[in-house]
């Protein structure tokens, strides 16, 4: 086998894929859709978000249950499969739940057995039984995810997240004088690469954000004062940074913490709209690259914005068949009508996404028009381009803390984690060296680490 495969097992079967991918992306390339079923319905769930943000996509892996397929890259020798679904997820008789769901509605076995205690207690293990969810890991996968060294690092700020505003918030505090700990997430979790807004330059001019971070990265790696941790946060607490980075588990103590986390995509509300083949646009846009097939035969984007039309430009450019772009506004923004004339999509506007049709993947899209007249279009893939909210977890974190433990340090938030509907190097630049200003830490000495490296300075060991 190649040096540019990576082999993988299935449920028993060898899978080859390309190295960097998620392995979601790599069963994708191999046909499979359906990743798992839903706890209580049994419902088929597929790849939706690309991010792990929507928990549609865990899988078994090497023993360990519960990881988020999208984001975790398949490296060769995993060992995976799914952990719904009886006799198996791809055909579930447990489905049947979900032709009688109107007859048990959520918390039913409680109401039916109100006045019968121990008939509600074995219901609900026989219900638990058959959501198989809450499997325990094997002794081997358990102890591999556990952290086997602690360490720890100071330093003047703290970025988290390396997309656009983040690689200029690292470069600006650099420049600043201030050491920086730039934490960025595993290459398959990263959203900057497949966002298909511009970013507004230093200079007031638009560019594309590919440019904008290969300019930026170049300059980061570049900065001796810039060190690199790849690993998620997931709290933080007593005025640390907590990252994970698989075996080691990083506390750093941030004399300014600037969080660059970005946002989520949203879905609107309609029926059946967790379908396999339904997915969220940046979701989309990176499983097109990393699998290397189209979405599927025919595609439909859905959208309540200009955004909309450059996923579908993206996604024809890529080789897939858009066959129509459904756009909830009633006249096409400036990007819709240039993007109709280039390609001659077709396009309808003043719609309302009422429904999907399918019994597994998706087969049709139905949707309202505003004379109240009905459409359906088929299509084996529905994309979803509406509003993003901000990535915001570990701002809230930090305003809930412990009054007597260390408080939080102090925080800029930055980006579209902000809130922000575009992506500004200017503003974020005067933004971050106005609070760095106003914050008391004297800058550091610089740092004899090498540039990016994954040990940015000379971490100490607990």
């Known amino acids: 086998m190649s040096a540019d495969t990576v082999v993988f097992t299935f449920e028993g079967k060898q899978l080859t894929a390309r190295p960097g991918v998620s392995i979601a992306a790599a069963l994708a390339a191999h046909g499979v859709h359906t990743l798992g079923r839903s706890v209580k ?23 360990l249950p519960g990881v988020e397929s999208c984001s975790r890259e398949v490296a060769p020798g995993d060992e995976v499969s799914r952990e719904l679904g009886w006799p198996s997820a791809s055909f579930d008789l447990l489905r049947v739940a979900d ?20 008939l509600s207690r074995a219901s609900g293990r026989v219900l638990k039984n058959l959501a198989g969810g809450g499997r325990f890991p094997t002794v081997a996968a358990a102890r591999a995810s556990q952290a086997v060294d602690v360490r720890r690092v100071d330093a003047d ?4 997240g390396a997309g656009v ?19 960025e997430r595993p290459a398959p979790t990263r959203r900057a690469e497949v966002r298909t807004e511009p970013v507004i330059g230093m200079d007031g001019a638009e560019v594309t954000r590919a440019e904008a971070l290969g300019e930026l990265r170049d300059a980061v790696a570049a900065d001796t004062r810039i060190g690199h941790v790849t690993g998620t946060v997931f709290g933080v607490m007593d005025g640390l940074v907590l990252v994970d980075s698989g075996a080691t588990r990083w506390e750093i103590t941030p004399g300014h913490l600037v969080v660059a986390t970005g946002s989520y995509e949203t879905t609107p509300l309609f029926r059946g709209n967790d379908r396999p083949g339904i997915h969220l646009a940046d979701g989309a846009l990176k499983l ?29 450019n890529a080789g897939d068949t858009v066959v129509r772009v459904l756009d909830t506004r009633s006249t096409p923004g400036v990007e819709g009508r240039a993007d109709g004339l280039r390609s001659g999509t077709d396009a309808e506007y003043g719609i309302e996404l009422a429904g999907t049709r399918g019994w597994g993947r998706v087969s049709a899209v139905v949707y309202r028009r505003e004379n109240g007249d009905r459409g359906v279009v088929r ?29 939080a340090p102090p925080l800029t938030v930055v980006g579209s984690a902000s809130g922000a ?12 060296r106005d609070a760095l200003a106003e914050t008391s830490t004297s800058p550091s000495a610089p740092s004899s680490a090498p540039p990016t490296s994954a040990i940015p300075f000379h971490p100490r060991k607990k």
């Open 379 to 407: 299509a084996d893939a529905l994309v979803l381009a509406f509003a993003r909210r901000p990535a915001d977890e570990l701002v809230l974190q930090t305003e809930y803390h412990d009054e007597e433990a260390v408080g």
């Open 165 to 183: 505003s983040g690689l200029q918030s690292a470069r600006v505090a650099a420049a600043a004088g201030r050491s920086v700990v730039l934490v």
């Open 157 to 160: 700020v703290v970025v988290v």
């Open 288 to 316: 097109r690259r990393e699998s290397g097939r189209p979405l599927g035969r025919r595609v439909v984007v859905a959208t309540d914005s200009d955004r909309g039309h450059a996923v579908a430009a993206a996604l024809r």
């Open 99 to 118: 032709l009688v769901a109107r007859w048990i509605p959520a918390g039913f076995q409680f109401r039916l057995f109100t006045r019968a205690p121990r």
């Open 421 to 432: 509907d575009r992506t500004d190097l200017h503003r974020t630049a005067t933004l971050l």
């Open 41 to 63: 319905y049994h419902r088929p769930r597929g790849y939706t978000c690309g991010f792990s943000a929507c928990g549609d996509c865990p899988l078994t892996v090497n023993g």
